[in-house]
T-cell receptor
Framework: AQKITQTQPGMFVQEKEAVTLDCTYD???????LFWYKQPSSGEMIFLIY??????QNATEGRYSLNFQKARKSANLVISASQLGDSAMYFC???????????????FGKGITLSVRP | GAGVSQSPSNKVTEKGKDVELRCDPI?????LYWYRQSLGQGLEFLIY????????KSGLPSDRFSAERTGGSVSTLTIQRTQQEDSAVYLC??????????????FGEGSRLTVL
């Protein structure tokens, strides 16, 4: 089974509107972390936000927030007030066994392309 | 250096040749990762180094692929007898120790490999 699932093929949003990018994950580990990265056309990978499985509150970073629903195993990224510069590929990723520290590679989803329309 | 440095940025080679890709992580980062990204696709995990621990090689696609990390710093990814399907961008990333769990990965700009 895939660890990280991002099924939206491509998303379009009007500038200044909010958009939600979906991510579901699969793990039996009680301790894990979830990450979102942005990859613009230039190819660089930009870290956006992190959510730990034990965190009591949903993570927020500026215009980015994470809608973490643990029971549903979803970690959707919400971008508020979209800007043209938000057009990029967005990747959800997971790190398992956070507390033991073992096997802490990040497993990435296939990504979602977001296009912001002026 | 200030960030993760990878070289070469572009490499074109002929099928069957060996290639070496280099990664210089951020100073002080004990964890180093190699990923592969084919055109328009997600990141495929290859190998992970953490300090003096045995590396996690579970993502290497075949025995043609190998990597080493010398002195806990610079890493070299070697692909022997390259095939056309090896064409991709090879991304290196580094992070601080994983104890806290939220250690984000800092990525280099990648090495684009084209096998003719």
């Amino acid at each position: 089974a895939q660890k990280i699932t991002q099924t939206q093929p491509g998303m379009f949003v009007q500038e200044k509107e909010a958009v939600t990018l979906d991510c579901t994950y699969d793990t039996s580990d009680p301790s894990y972390g979830l990450f979102w990265y942005k990859q613009p056309s230039s190819g660089e990978m930009i870290f956006l936000i992190y959510q730990g499985s034990y965190d009591q509150q949903n993570a927020t970073e500026g215009r980015y927030s994470l809608n973490f629903q643990k029971a549903r195993k979803s970690a959707n990224l919400v971008i508020s007030a979209s800007q043209l510069g938000d057009s990029a590929m967005y990747f959800c990723a997971m790190r398992e066994r956070v507390r033991t520290g073992a096997n802490s590679k990040l497993t990435f989803g296939k990504g979602i392309t977001l296009s912001v329309r002026p | 250096g200030a960030g993760v440095s990878q070289s070469p940025s572009n490499k074109v080679t002929e099928k069957g040749k060996d290639v070496e890709l280099r990664c210089d992580p951020i100073s002080g980062h004990t964890a180093l990762y190699w990923y592969r990204q084919s055109l328009g696709q997600g990141l495929e995990f290859l190998i992970y180094f953490q300090g003096n621990s045995a590396p996690d090689k579970s993502g290497l696609p075949s025995d043609r692929f190998s990597a080493e990390r010398t002195g806990g710093s610079v890493s070299t990814l070697t692909i022997q007898r390259t095939q056309q399907e090896d064409s991709a961008v090879y991304l290196c990333a580094s992070s601080l120790a994983h104890g806290g769990g939220d250690g984000e990965l800092f990525f280099g700009e990648g090495s684009r490999l084209t096998v003719l």
